[in-house]
């Protein structure tokens, strides 16, 4: 079986971002850059299924700048065999290459790829819109198994269980499917340094948007990008009957 | 200006949250349908056709309908959008499973989790977990929005007296099917929609001491919510999780106990009205956004507060 995994570089989850003073968008100069934490779990959910001997060949897809071939380096030190950068110099967070964009693009690659199985983040931290995995399943008119927390894979099939607002629900898909990640799917691995080493000699494919026949004009044109309503934090009680005392007559909630 | 909405219910209620789609599908003017999908689910169509504000329902009954796969209903969305300027769901689990599906299909790029409304087709939303808001205008011919339910005000249940319209339902797909569910089953109020959350993280240390939170949220009639970490760690299911990519609140009251307030978190719940952060650490970021702050051990503030309570 062979698994594909889309990856996004961006912003690391720790940085706390700032808003560009002409509010363009967000300032992304000279800030630590990562895979996008729910695609580190989906390439270490590639690799579980490789080391179980259900997988053979895990292939990690990314669109972004030259720079992202860091995040394919990253991911093929963990376990990817090789990356597909699909080079562009739009931005990719906001404004530039948008959710439907990367699911054509992904379905380009994924026509000649012909993976049994896709594996990628539910949304990615930069943007948030969680949107990605459904836009491609349906492109493709394959099955969907979102927000998984748990995959098991079985002959034609994969039964994925799902993290939804009321629990858990538990689907079966037909392969080839879409599944996006949710945070308790796995716990992603360290790359080892000896495997960082390896990971530089892999192979690493760059592609232009244009040999696939796309150009990235957004859809949604962004007016604006603002910093939120700052929520001023209060005062420190110093103990309980003060704090019960300002619920009950200053806030009046209780 | 002609809106469908597509309503989240659990088969034998519609969830609260679709009265504050119709909400923002007010503020956006014009004629509002509803779109309910399930199986057997003509009491749920009956509900919303009484919805005020809301001028037509159309139900799709059929049993592929019955476990909102998104890949039965997406195409109905499909086929219906055509006479539509916007398509709005719930920025649910629900919605956001689902819609995206049928904006592919439509070939739109769906605007996610909106939070204003400035005109039909401009809208604010949060990214990068809430740390900046994009102001963002769409150009394709049908808008496919979710919507962030806590961001607008709930219309009345009661008041219309709408016409339901059938859809028949022609072709069921095989890509995909329901297994099984485990959903959490609570007397308590349901946490994006309550009045009082209280919720707990890390620190409460266990699953048997996670009891502490719930009662005090029972003390307050509020609901229960966690940290990330409190939900890896197993002390609480997961879809008790408050934060980006967990569930978002807007209580009257959030009180969070063990919770250091990293921004993932903070994203779920800053816009509550009134925040309560009760943690032994003096520099813990929560207090940066809490109107009021107790720096204490939970094990001994919050018993003190059940009982004075
Ligand atoms: C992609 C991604 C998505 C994420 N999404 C979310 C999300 O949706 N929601 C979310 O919550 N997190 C999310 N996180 C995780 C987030 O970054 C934090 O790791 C998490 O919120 C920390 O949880 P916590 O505050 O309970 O734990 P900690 O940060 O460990 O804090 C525990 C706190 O408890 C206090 N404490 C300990 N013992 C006591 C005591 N006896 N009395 C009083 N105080 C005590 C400590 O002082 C500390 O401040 C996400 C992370 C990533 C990477």
């Known amino acids: 079986m062979k698994i594909l995994v889309p990856i996004k570089r961006v912003v690391d989850y720790n940085v706390k971002i700032r808003v560009k003073s002409d509010q363009s968008g967000v300032d992304l100069a000279n800030v630590k850059m990562s895979v996008n934490p729910f695609d580190e779990i989906a390439v270490e959910e590639a690799v579980r299924l490789k080391e179980a001997g259900k997988a053979t060949e895990i292939v990690a897809v990314t669109i972004g ?27 990719i967070d906001l404004g530039g290459v948008e959710p439907l964009a ?35 399943a349906a492109l493709l008119g394959w099955a969907q198994g979102t927000f998984a927390s748990k995959l098991e894979i079985e002959d034609s099939s994969a039964k994925v269980t799902r993290e939804i607002d009321g629990g858990l629900e538990t689907i079966s898909v037909n392969l080839p499917a879409i599944v996006t990640t949710d945070l308790r799917l796995n716990e992603p691995r360290y790359a080892k340094l000896p495997d960082i080493m390896k990971a530089k000699k892999k192979q690493l494919d760059v592609l232009d948007p244009s040999e696939l026949g796309f150009s990235y004009e957004p859809r949604l044109n962004v007016v604006s990008v603002s910093e939120p309503e700052e929520r001023k934090g209060g005062i420190k009680v110093a103990s309980v009957d003060e704090l019960i005392e300002k619920l009950k007559n200053e806030a009046k909630v209780i | 200006m002609s809106i469908l909405i597509l ?91 689902i819609l995206p599906r049928a904006a592919a299909l439509l070939d739109v790029q769906q605007i996610s989790d909106i939070i204003v409304i400035e005109d039909a087709e401009t809208f604010k939303r949060p990214v990068y977990a ?45 890509l995909s099917s329901f297994v ?34 719930e009662q005090l949220a029972d003390k307050l009639g509020g609901a229960v919510g966690a940290s990330r970490a409190a939900v890896d760690a197993g002390y609480v299911p997961n879809d008790y999780q408050v934060g980006q990519t967990g569930k978002v609140v807007a209580p009257e009251l959030y009180i969070a106990v063990g919770i250091s307030g990293a921004i993932q978190h903070l994203a779920g719940m800053k816009d509550s009205k009134v925040i309560v952060a009760i943690n032994r650490d003096e520099d813990a970021p929560i207090f940066s956004v809490a109107d009021y702050g107790l720096v204490a051990d939970l094990f001994d503030a919050v018993p003190e507060l059940i009982e004075k309570l």
Request: with cysteine.
């Open chain 1, 65 to 91: 700048p030259e720079k992202a071939q860091e995040q394919l380096r990253t991911a093929m030190a963990v376990g990817a065999d090789r990356g597909i950068l699909v080079q562009t110099d739009q931005p």
């Open chain 1, 102 to 136: 990367v699911a054509k693009t992904l379905k380009a690659i994924i026509e000649k790829e012909s993976p049994d199985l896709v594996i990628m983040g539910k949304q990615s931290i930069d943007d948030d819109s969680n949107q990605t995995g459904q836009m491609l």
């Open chain 2, 7 to 97: 309503a989240e219910h659990d088969g034998k209620e519609l969830s609260p949250v679709t009265l504050n789609v119709i909400g923002a599908a007010t503020k956006i003017g014009g004629d509002i349908h509803i779109l309910v999908c399930g199986k057997d689910c003509d009491s749920i169509a009956q509900a919303a056709a009484s919805i005020s504000s809301v001028s037509k329902v159309i139900k799709a009954d059929n049993e592929v309908l019955e476990h909102h796969l998104a890949e039965n209903i997406a195409p109905i969305i499909v086929d219906l959008a055509k006479d539509y300027t916007h398509v709005l769901a719930p920025a649910t689990t629900f919605g956001k499973n």
């Open chain 2, 130 to 174: 809430g740390n900046a808001i994009a102001t963002v205008k769409s150009s394709d011919s049908i808008k496919l929005i979710t919507v962030r339910g806590t961001n607008f005000d709930p219309v009345e249940a009661a008041g219309g007296s709408a016409s339901v319209e059938e859809y028949s339902v022609t072709a069921s797909q095989d």
């Open chain 2, 180 to 213: 099984s569910a485990e959903l959490s089953e609570s007397e308590r109020p349901e946490l994006t929609s309550a009045k009082v959350v209280v919720s707990g993280g890390r620190g409460v240390g266990s699953e048997e001491k996670f009891e502490l939170i």
